[in-house]
């Protein structure tokens, strides 16, 4: 609601409503207080109905973030050689025609356009400065395309193979179940808004089941912690399908009004019984069934996906089993029952007004993001020429780091970053652009997490020279000589287009209001139950345990189980040499490697750890504290050793993700990660990765 009047002093001090930009389900409301021009307070918004005052550690100290001492405030030109981080100041008007010169000079050679790549992910999550004008004008350029796949692409493709859209359980319903399985998730981390509910709904009296490879923060709290090896999630949800069925746990009316495939599920699961199941996924089968009694019994029951379980080879089926499981048990009937995985779906965001897929007039190839290390080292097709980097700092977080640096240090690719920071991408550019903070620039937002649409305003002028990306990209558009209307669209314009303004669920919605209020719900009911009739956005209407698209696209029509492609089932061989999984979720005072140059991070993380099981630190002559190599064919890195049952056995977890340069020895964990690709949505493979561990001074 609206902040009236805003709150005024002799000092010129007023309250801006703003959003959090980065890529969390939370999507906070913000209030920042302005004094005399400058920022001096960032905090949640204690109306909006998921924020309720509270920010994470990290945006609570977003001013650290704004007026950062390291902040880029001014355009920068390579002089010395890349990766050394060496630059020399420029004005924004050279910046702008040298990196259109390269373009044109490109765009007119043989390579053509396709030779020119953005490279952008979620730095920020707002529709404006994520995906408008910037994707117009690389359409419009006629740039290869990028297939933004490094982290939920995966877990989409599985969870709409069988749901239909990212749309589930409201977050605000959680409270009230009686049942919250976690799976693959850590939301005290990540998600910290839901946790609050299910605190809300523990406190109630509710069951709380963490399904996780590692006891994280939140499975400490929760009542039963399972620990399956990683990428054997989908053989768990076989395994609690089976028993559903074998023990009759099942809402038949549900499953006959409002599914499609049953029968054909039942034949599949009879190869996943307990006691297979448990010697898939290393777990005890009486825990198996445990979950699976729990589940059918116990009403509501929600459960909370997430994309740690789809990040490996057979992610998207795995996301894809587990999302069946609410509609056997007919747990989508109650508001507080069901699934989330994302809410993402259920924003009719216009991606056509804001991206304008119409301008691209060259049927250019696509390039995915998870395997520029491969890709940025090929030399045909065309070749690579240029880059341009933004939201993003593929140094850092792409998959098999060696590639990754190999490429970037190419001397004929020309690499543009535009960011708050010099990240270890922007070390190897040949021109530096400063970029804004959400404190100073517009943009407006849909969320993974909730319900509500945000508005951002600026609270504050650029800080130095830095410019919003829509900004960038409306100049670059001029000197390319564009001349059409959509580049000349103030931001304030696009804000307005930036949802179907005819669809159901975007009634009531107006950019006016929106921006002076802050939020506004979607409309959708107070007790929002998707499912609860069925409806599903699937091509049958029903939710699909049988799916027709995967048979055509020759994909296994039914959930099954894809191990690994890196695991002692799948792989012995490699698994002797490297017989270890490692896994490597987000550390608490980061996201991603957004906030982890701040001295926060630092000073709490204090230095790269690795997390080993007391029995294979013994295995290894490892004591806490030892300094470990942790390696694989594909690189090495170093890391202290924290001896600890907190990873299960046969599993070392490294918390990331650790800038390169800020690390001790200029590495992180995707020095040892792969390019591979998922199984459905052709998503990176973080976890899906067998290394060794040797004590430094050891053999190894």
Known sequence: MPLDPPVRSPASRTVVRGACPHDCPDTCALLVTVENGRAIKVEGAPDHPTTRGTLCTKVARYLDRTYASERVLHPLRRVGPKGTGRFERIGWDEALDTISARFKEIAASPDGPQAILPYSYAGTMGLLQYCSMDRRFFHRLGASLLDRTICSSAGKAGYAATIGASIGTDLEQFENAKLIVIWGSNPIVSNLHLWSRVQEAKRRGAKLIAIDPYRSQTAEKCHVHLAPLPGTDAALA????????????????????????????????????????????????????????????????????????????????????????????????????????????????????????????????????????????????????????????????????????????????????????????????DVVLPATTQLEHVDVHSSYGHLYVLANNPAIAPVGEAKPNTEVFRLLAERMGFEERCFRESDE???????????????????????????????????????????????????????????????????????????????????????????????????????????????????????????????????????????????????????????????????????????????????????GLTDLGRAATFYDCLVEVARIGNPG
């Open 238 to 429: 076989l395994g609690v399908m089976n028993v559903l069925v074998a023990e009759d746990l099942l809402d038949h009316d549900y499953i006959a009004r409002y599914t499609l495939g049953f029968e054909q599920l039942v034949e599949r699961l009879r190869d996943y019984p307990p006691r297979r199941v448990a010697q898939i996924t290393g777990l005890a089968a009486d825990d198996i069934v445990a979950l699976a009694r729990d589940y059918g019994t116990i009403k509501p029951v929600v459960i909370r996906l997430n994309y740690g379980m789809q990040r490996h080879a057979g992610g998207g089926m795995a996301m894809r089993t587990a999302a069946c499981l609410p509609a056997l048990v007919g747990a989508w009937r109650d508001p507080a029952g069901g699934a989330l995985l994302s809410s993402s779906g259920t924003y009719p965001v216009d991606n056509k007004a804001l991206e304008r897929p119409d301008l691209i007039w060259n049927n250019p190839r696509t390039i995915n993001m998870s395997t520029i290390g491969d890709a940025l080292l090929d030399k045909n097709d065309p070749p690579i020429r240029a880059i341009y980097v933004y939201n993003s700092n593929p140094v850092a977080v792409a998959p098999e780091s060696v590639k990754v640096v190999a490429g970037f240090s190419r001397e004929d690719l020309f690499c543009v970053v535009h960011d708050v920071f010099l990240t270890d991408t922007a070390d190897y550019a």
């Open 493 to 675: 314009d696009i804000a307005r287009h930036a949802f179907v303004a005819t669809h159901p669920r975007a009634e009531g919605l107006d950019w006016e209001t929106l921006r002076q209020e802050g939020w506004q719900r979607l409309n959708v009911p107070a007790q929002f139950a998707p499912f609860a009739q069925g409806n599903f956005p699937t091509p049958s209407g029903k939710c699909e345990f049988y799916s027709e698209t995967l048979r055509r696209q020759g994909i296994d029509p039914l959930p099954t189980y894809t191990p690994p492609r890196e695991s002692a089932a799948s792989n012995p061989v490699l698994a002797q040499r490297f017989p270890l999984a490692m896994i490597s979720p987000p550390a608490r005072n980061a996201l991603n490697s957004s906030f982890a140059n701040l001295p926060t991070f630092l000073e709490s993380e204090k230095t790269p750890r690795l997390e080993i099981h007391p029995d294979d630190a013994l295995a290894r002559g490892i004591a806490s504290g030892d300094k470990v190599r942790v390696f694989n064919e594909r690189g090495a890195l170093v890391l202290e050793a924290r001896v600890t049952d907190r990873a299960r056995s046969g599993v070392v977890v490294a918390l990331s993700i650790w800038w390169r340069k800020l690390s001790p020895d200029g590495t992180n964990a995707n020095m040892v990660t792969g390019q």
